[in-house]
């Protein structure tokens, strides 16, 4: 007897899995401006039955020097009643730990679907810059913020060139951090004479060309020499290239910058 015929037709989809909704806190400290998304706990009722948009305590970098680090800020607006389901709000964080610091964020606020608009915040989205690397850009310190703003939200072309122009202004300081980690390590008076020579060569090639024999070993990104990596990246044209791989290339040059003023801790 044979087998009961097996059903026709199209398989069934595959269960589409149902999107991450974070909490309006999470919303807050980790989404880069104009970003919208469906949250938490955006808002409630208060005691007298009027909504009123929820103002959660949140983990941000703290700059001042007693912090310097992560610390919990606190709001600081009052209770920001809701009258409509479309509004416009600005909030006011300050941190706990030293009450110097403030975060401010404009949000659009579109309570029926509890959707929130991250519209700007001040100061400016992205995680701290290490320290040694704005020492290192010195006078390009704007020039590289706003690089690295553009890559935080994905602006990949933007990013491209910033970054480019900085590591071009500043290749000669690039090549001497290089130098003095390779002095620290006790290189050859020889080896230092290549570092000043290709920190004083005006093409970028021809000084890699110089000391490629003396990068420290500390230095290297995954066995790879980071001058060779920045040149290779620089070398891209801005003007074939997608946003997506500009946006890649971006995030390279930083990194290969972070990792010289920083060894492999980047």
Not at 13 to 40: G, I, K
Not at 98 to 104: A, D, E, G, L
Not at 202 to 210: G, L, P
Request: a neutral charge; proline letters at 6%; hydrophobic letters at 35%.
């Amino acid at each position: 007897m044979s087998s009961p015929a097996q059903p026709t037709g199209s398989q069934p989809a595959a269960a589409v899995a149902a999107p991450v909704v974070r909490s309006f806190a999470e919303f807050l400290e980790s989404t880069p401006p104009d970003t919208v998304e469906t949250v938490t706990g955006l808002w409630e009722y208060n005691q007298a039955g009027h909504p009123y948009l929820n103002t959660p305590e949140i983990s941000l970098h703290c700059e001042d020097e007693r912090c310097n680090g992560v610390r919990v800020f606190r709001s600081e607006t009052s209770s920001v009643y809701l009258r409509s389901d479309f509004e416009y709000e600005y909030v006011t964080y300050v941190c706990r730990n030293c009450s110097k610091k403030h975060k401010t964020f404009l949000l659009l606020v579109l309570k029926s679907t509890n959707r929130v608009q991250k519209l700007g915040e001040f100061p400016p989205f992205g995680p701290p810059v290490p320290a040694r690397v704005i020492t290192l850009v010195g006078s390009d310190r704007e020039l590289f913020l706003k690089g690295r703003r553009a890559e935080l939200r994905g602006l990949g072309i933007g990013a491209f060139a910033y970054y480019r122009r900085v590591v071009e202004d500043k290749k000669g300081a690039i090549i001497e951090e290089i130098g003095k980690v390779a002095k620290r390590l006790g290189a050859s008076p020889e080896t230092l004479a290549l570092f000043a020579e290709a920190q004083a060569e005006t093409q970028f090639s021809k000084a890699i060309d110089k000391i490629k024999a003396a990068i420290p070993q500390s230095l290297l990104i995954n066995g790879h020499n980071p001058l060779n990596l920045l040149h290779s990246a620089l070398s891209e044209n801005l003007h074939n290239g997608t946003d997506e791989k500009c946006l890649e290339l971006a995030t390279s040059i930083r990194f290969d910058r972070t990792c010289g003023a920083h060894g492999n801790r980047a």
